[in-house]
């Protein structure tokens, strides 16, 4: 018992002494300064949590935006698809790749659209729509060969049901 009163003390002693060296008073630049800090804290911790892993030697080019009605004749009901696509491509080949989509760029809807109308309603209830992004790529690919799409996803992807 002696030992915990006088190791109590002592702690109490300390914090006192601690929170006594603290400002007791910020001036309104430091405040600014620190909630600036905080805020860049913040975005930095919200980045790290939600982006993917930087991939210095890939690079991302829009394949524009589609709506995509899509037929289920075993339900009778059609699902419109509201997205828009993106493929990663290596960045010396970007501007090739961007040239390519300008010239081929009724194919390369053409074939997106097949894509997408081949859809299962398993492959819309996917967690990650691997299937589906692969079959995407799969198309671009057909339309542009050279140089080909890394990987194909989603800047954003909504259907509804009609």
């Not at 009901?77 to 993106?86: A, E, N, P, Q």
């Not at 299937?131 to 890394?150: C, F, G, H, N, T």
């Amino acid at each position: 018992m002696i030992i915990r009163i006088t190791l109590i003390p002592k702690v109490v002693v300390f914090a006192l002494a601690w929170l006594c060296l603290l400002p007791t008073h910020i001036s309104g630049a430091e405040d600014t300064a620190l909630q600036q800090d905080s805020s860049l804290l913040k975005s930095s911790a919200r980045r790290t949590v939600t982006a993917e892993p930087v991939n210095p030697v890939h690079t991302e080019v829009e394949l524009g935006e589609f709506d995509v009605p899509v037929r289920f004749a075993d339900t009778n009901s059609t699902i419109t698809i509201f997205t828009h696509l993106f493929a990663t491509v290596r960045i010396n080949e970007k501007d090739n790749f961007e040239e390519q989509i300008e010239a081929k760029q009724a194919r390369l809807r053409e074939r997106i659209v097949v894509a997408f109308r081949a859809t299962t309603r398993d492959e819309l209830q996917e967690r990650n729509l691997i299937r589906l992004k692969e079959r995407l790529r799969q198309a671009v690919l057909a339309a542009i060969p050279d140089p080909s799409a890394y990987r194909v996803g989603f800047l954003s992807f909504q259907y509804n049901e009609e």
